[in-house]
């Protein structure tokens, strides 16, 4: 059921969810988090698809605000609210709200959100595509326990992760980071076997992906050794290399589907790595409200390690650009470290200062 409201308010907002609750028979409400989408016009269907498909697994009821403030100094003056209220089969199986903000309104979004929020649930805050600059100081941040941004949509995604390592607090997370899940778990999962000391390890992905040098920060923090960066065709991360005495660890994914695995003295095996779509990056987030510890010690481990030099018009489609190296007093480790928590030093990273050419795709 599909309700449209044209300069309204919140209060008529919620009067028209219990309606459309009532008109279709469900008026008990079984929703278990808040989710508010921060987009635009041009992203709102992608993210408010995806966040629908999402709640098929978390039944929630899903804010999308819009923010229209204006070009003109009269429509800038102004302050309107038009929403669109989905129950039923229109909106997954939650509830969803679309919430056109127009003129100065624009600036005062949570005035709106916050009468709109299940009450005792918890509030996740997603940006599909521009996020600000320190989430958790953000008005509609402040209202959250989760926020999650994307540094893949961002012009610049190794000056984002920069920038999301500057401004790290307890409950932010980033969809490149949780893009490398399967990566990580297949790494240490190979890990677990019994194998030889690790001495180096290479990573090769798309220039420009977050997620390939959250993977490369992750390896050289977990197992304390130097990491070398390589980029390739794509798409997105295609191959993992650990180096021990007994020769290499290969997991490699040419394309974006089925990967395989290859270890010393064991016959090489396929194994299912598929680039996965933003509903299930966007369902992985909402099974934990809690935050991430691991992210927090990869992100503010070496993100100012990246270097500027790299490969832009090399004709060779895998170079190495740069090389991670872990503290000097830090010991090489095993299968252990690549999955145990750790702490992050206290120096924080410095953004990288290359443009990219390009947004990034899901890993």
Same mark, same amino acid.
């Given at each position: 059921?599909?309700?449209? &409201?044209?300069?309204?308010?919140?209060?008529?907002?919620? #009067?028209?969810?219990? =309606?459309?609750? %009532?008109?279709?028979?469900?008026?008990?409400?079984?929703?278990?988090?808040?989710? *508010?989408?921060?987009?635009?016009?041009?992203?709102?269907?992608?993210?408010?698809?995806?966040?629908?498909?999402?709640?098929?697994?978390?039944?929630?009821?899903?804010?999308? *605000?819009?923010?229209?403030?204006?070009?003109?100094?009269?429509?800038?003056?102004?302050?309107?609210?038009?929403?669109?209220?989905? *129950?039923?089969?229109?909106?997954?199986?939650?509830? $969803?709200?679309?919430?056109?903000?127009?003129? =100065?309104?624009?600036?005062?979004?949570?005035?709106?959100?916050?009468?709109?929020?299940?009450?005792?649930?918890?509030?996740?805050?997603?940006?599909?595509?521009?996020?600000?600059?320190?989430?958790?100081?953000?008005?509609?941040?402040?209202?959250?326990?989760?926020?999650?941004?994307?540094?893949? #949509?961002?012009?610049?995604?190794?000056?984002?992760?920069?920038?999301?390592?500057?401004?790290?607090?307890?409950?932010?997370?980033?969809?490149?980071?949780?893009?490398?899940?399967?990566?990580?778990?297949?790494?240490?999962?190979?890990?677990?076997?019994?194998?030889?000391?690790?001495?180096?390890?290479?990573?090769?992905?798309?220039?420009?992906?977050?997620? $390939?040098?959250?993977?490369?920060?992750?390896?050289?923090?977990? &197992?304390?050794?130097?990491?070398?960066?390589?980029?390739?065709?794509?798409?997105?991360?295609?191959?993992?290399?650990?180096? $021990?005495?007994?020769? =290499?660890?290969?997991?490699?994914? #040419?394309?974006?589907?089925?990967?395989?695995? #290859?270890?010393?003295?064991?016959?090489?095996?396929? *194994?299912?790595?598929?680039?996965?779509?933003?509903?299930?990056?966007?369902?992985?987030?909402?099974? %934990?409200?809690?935050?991430?510890?691991?992210?927090?010690?990869?992100?503010?481990?070496?993100?100012?390690?990246?270097?500027?030099?790299?490969?832009?018009?090399? =004709?060779?489609?895998?170079?190495?650009?740069?090389?991670?190296?872990?503290?000097?007093?830090?010991?090489?480790?095993?299968?252990?470290?690549?999955?145990?928590?750790?702490?992050?030093?206290?120096?924080?990273?410095?953004?990288?200062?290359?443009?990219? $050419?390009?947004?990034?795709?899901?890993?």
């Amino acid at each position: 059921m599909r309700i449209d &409201l044209t300069d309204t308010t919140s209060s008529r907002i919620n #009067a028209g969810l219990i =309606e459309a609750r %009532r008109a279709i028979g469900t008026p008990a409400v079984g929703m278990v988090l808040t989710l *508010v989408i921060v987009t635009d016009e041009g992203s709102a269907y992608d993210a408010l698809k995806a966040a629908s498909d999402a709640s098929r697994e978390h039944p929630s009821r899903i804010l999308a *605000v819009i923010k229209r403030p204006g070009r003109s100094p009269r429509d800038r003056a102004m302050a309107r609210l038009d929403a669109e209220v989905l *129950v039923g089969s229109d909106s997954g199986t939650g509830e $969803t709200v679309v919430l056109r903000m127009h003129g =100065e309104l624009a600036n005062h979004a949570e005035s709106v959100v916050l009468p709109l929020l299940l009450p005792d649930a918890p509030v996740v805050v997603w940006w599909p595509e521009e996020s600000p600059d320190k989430p958790a100081e953000d008005p509609l941040g402040r209202l959250a326990q989760r926020r999650i941004t994307d540094a893949a #949509a961002a012009e610049d995604p190794v000056l984002a992760l920069g920038e999301r390592a500057a401004a790290y607090a307890p409950g932010d997370t980033d969809l490149a980071w949780t893009r490398i899940t399967p990566w990580r778990s297949m790494l240490a999962a190979a890990l677990d076997q019994k194998h030889s000391r690790i001495v180096s390890a290479t990573v090769e992905g798309e220039a420009y992906n977050p997620s $390939t040098e959250l993977l490369a920060l992750w390896l050289a923090d977990r &197992l304390k050794v130097s990491v070398e960066r390589k980029v390739s065709d794509g798409p997105g991360i295609t191959g993992v290399q650990l180096v $021990t005495a007994d020769g =290499e660890i290969r997991l490699d994914r #040419a394309d974006g589907l089925l990967a395989e695995l #290859a270890m010393p003295g064991q016959p090489d095996r396929h *194994v299912a790595l598929k680039r996965r779509e933003t509903s299930e990056l966007i369902a992985e987030e909402l099974r %934990r409200l809690d935050p991430d510890d691991i992210y927090r010690s990869t992100v503010k481990f070496g993100v100012g390690r990246l270097t500027d030099s790299g490969p832009q018009d090399s =004709e060779d489609p895998v170079e190495s650009i740069e090389v991670i190296t872990p503290a000097k007093d830090a010991k090489p480790a095993g299968a252990a470290a690549a999955k145990a928590p750790a702490k992050a030093p206290g120096k924080k990273a410095a953004p990288a200062k290359k443009a990219a $050419t390009g947004k990034g795709t899901s890993s």
